[in-house]
Every structure is written in structure tokens, then in C-alpha cells.
């Protein structure tokens, strides 16, 4: 490499160098010199020591060099101020500098700025700083969030302790009333004069809401609890759908609605509990009911749904339907939608919520579709059951069975 070529290399690569006695004192210069001391100076004759005080404290070390005993000393990360005020990072290194015979005759002395890297270094050493501040912050918050967690875990429990024992407190002595008053509605005590009937009759409806929300509220803490027991049996689901219909057509009959039910035919047994099944299809229909208003058309179709290996029991009416906003909450704990509130219905926005927890049991699915001022349709499926039944379901899957309620 001719000299020119190796001093561009050295400028390029700010690399600098100066070759010293064996006295420490400046021989020569050479690469990108304005890196190699703070002075402008001439250094040449001048002791290196002079020149770089930051080898001040380590001559002996310089002296093993000398002496063939050391093969280098480093100096990392050593900063300077350039004239221009800049700071600027360097790495001195010191090495035996040897004549044609191999006699160490000084040192040599190489000076390289590392200053692009330092700047890196230290943007890393800074961000690694923070992100460590962060980790401890996140950390922090994590326990706080943690500690708060367990808190609101603990009131919920609590919570759901108290409307437990609430409603069963509630519940009991409701039995006894509602038993009078069946009597009482029954003339068990004497005959009634139709004043005191009517009369009757509104405790009796009041009697069967509080009844209803007790038995709703107990239903809610048995779910959160995780207490919910299901008796999974094959069961004919038109047949208990027609149960329900039967059960439900004194709500209709005041409002003067027409419930149509409709099966395919030869449908196999669907797995599930008859009870709760009942409880689902019930309160879907209850509140197609509350929903429509007088004279409204209601329909229950049962069919086999799209996703292989389930039933779909689908409750269609043409009441008020739900606003597009108030669809995604519909089925949280108490949510009602506006257009409910315009009926008048009663309610406490539970049904929806215990009727997906009791159709997820199930390992069933529930949706629905509705536009408002059309009406809507809630859709669940059941799984078959995949063992055969005593039972038949043909001679139920009369196609569409209908009902006229009026
Ligand atoms: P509740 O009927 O006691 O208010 P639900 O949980 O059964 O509670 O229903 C939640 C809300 O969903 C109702 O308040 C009503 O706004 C809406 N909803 C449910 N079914 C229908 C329906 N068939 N038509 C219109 N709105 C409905």
C-alpha cells in the first residue's frame, strides 16, 4: 500500500497515530491528526505524557510496554471537546513500536474516534434506561391492578353472597302468598264479587312479577358462581316447545297476539335439559310477546340448524324490534333497549342474559336479527342427542303445526 493510500484510509476511518522514544517523547505524526491531542500546537519532541493526560498515572504500564512485558493498554471511551465545542469520543491504544531488528524503540501510540458508536452507545445505555423505568412502572401498575382485581373479585362475591340471600329471603314468603291467593282465586274461602276478583287478580299478577325477578336474580348468582347444574337427557324439542306454547298462551291471550309453531319433519332427539330448554324457549317467547304490540303475529320454527350436529329453535315476531345501537349490549346483565322502554313492558333486563348463559351450557349458540318497527327473530340451537329415544317426534312435526291464540 502506497502512503497516500494508507493516509486516506486513516482519514477516513479518523484514525490518527504518533510514534513516540523510548522517553515518551513525540517522533512522529500521522493519519488524522487533528484527533490526537486538544492542541494545535506542534507536538513533535513534546513528551506524550504532556500531550495526552489521561496516560498521566499509568507510565508504569507504558513502561511494561517498553520493556517487551505488556502488549498493549487500552483506553476506551476517553472524551474531548473539539474547538468547534463538539463532544467527541476516542479510544487510545498503546502498543511496542519495533525497528528492523525487533528492538522496541518506543511506543506507538493510536488514537481512533469512536464517536458515532459512543453516540449509539449511549442512545442504547439511555433507552435501555428507560425501558427498564417502564418494566418497573409496568411492573408496579401490574401489582396495583392485581391487588385491585382481587378487591373487586372479593366484592363481587360479596355482592353476589347478598342478592343470593336476598332473593331466597324474598322468595320464601312469597310461596304462602301466592298459595292464599290461588285459594282465595279459587273461592276456597268463600265465594267473590267480581270487584274483589279483579282486585285479586292484580296481586296476583304483581305476585307472579316478584316471583319472577327472584327466581331471575337467583338464576344470575347461580351462573356467576359457576353453580348452574344441567340434566342432559335426549328430548323431543317440538314437543317441548308445544309445552311452552301451552304455558305461555294465558300471556298472550289478553294481548290477543296469534302464535304459529312450525317443525320439520323427522327431527332427532335434541341433548339437553328439559327444564332450563324450557326456561330458554320461554323467555324468548315471553318477550316476543311483551314486544309485540296487540293483535301482533308471533312464530316458533324448529329446524335443523345450519351448523352440522345442532337443532335451531328460531322465535319470530313483528313487535317493536331493537335499535341498531342498543343490539351489541343486548345481552348484558340489566340492559334494556330504548324501544322497551317506550312498551311499557316490564322487565329487568336479566332474561337475555341468563337465557345465553343457560344456551352456552348447552354448548348451543344464540343470535338474533331485528329491524325496528318490523319486529325481530332471536335464533338458539340445542346439540342432538346422538343416542336414539323411546319417543317419537313424527307424530309432532306436523308441518306447520298452528295455534291460534285470540
Ligand atoms: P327484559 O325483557 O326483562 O327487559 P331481557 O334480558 O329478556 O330483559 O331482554 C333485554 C332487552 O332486549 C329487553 O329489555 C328489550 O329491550 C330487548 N328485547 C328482547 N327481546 C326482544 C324482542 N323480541 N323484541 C324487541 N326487543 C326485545
Known sequence: MNLPVAQLILQDRKIAYAITDRNLNVVEVSGAVNILWNSRQTSLGRSLLDLVPELVGSEAVLAAILAGELPRFELAWVNRETAEGHTIYLT???????DQTGRITGLIHLVEDVTEMGTIDQRLAQQRNELRLLRDQLARQNLELTAANAELQRLDEMKSTFVSVAAHELRTPLAPISGYMEMLLDEDFGPLTDDQRERLEIVERNVRRLLTITNSLLDVTRIETGRVELLLQPADLP?????????????LEPKAQRLTLRASPGLPPALCDETRAMQIIGNLLSNASKYTPQGGLISITVAPAEEEGFLQVSVTDNGVGIPAEDQPKLFNRFFRAKSAVL?????AGLGL???RALVELHDGRIWFESEPGKGSTFYVTFPVADRPVAFSSSDLSVNPISCNRQ
Open 343 to 347: 312498551t311499557r313492558a316490564s322487565g
Open 239 to 251: 314437543a317441548l316447545v308445544e309445552a311452552v306454547a301451552a304455558e305461555f298462551g294465558p300471556q
Open 92 to 98: 487510545l491504544v498503546d502498543l511496542p513500536y519495533r
Open 353 to 355: 342474559y341468563i337465557t
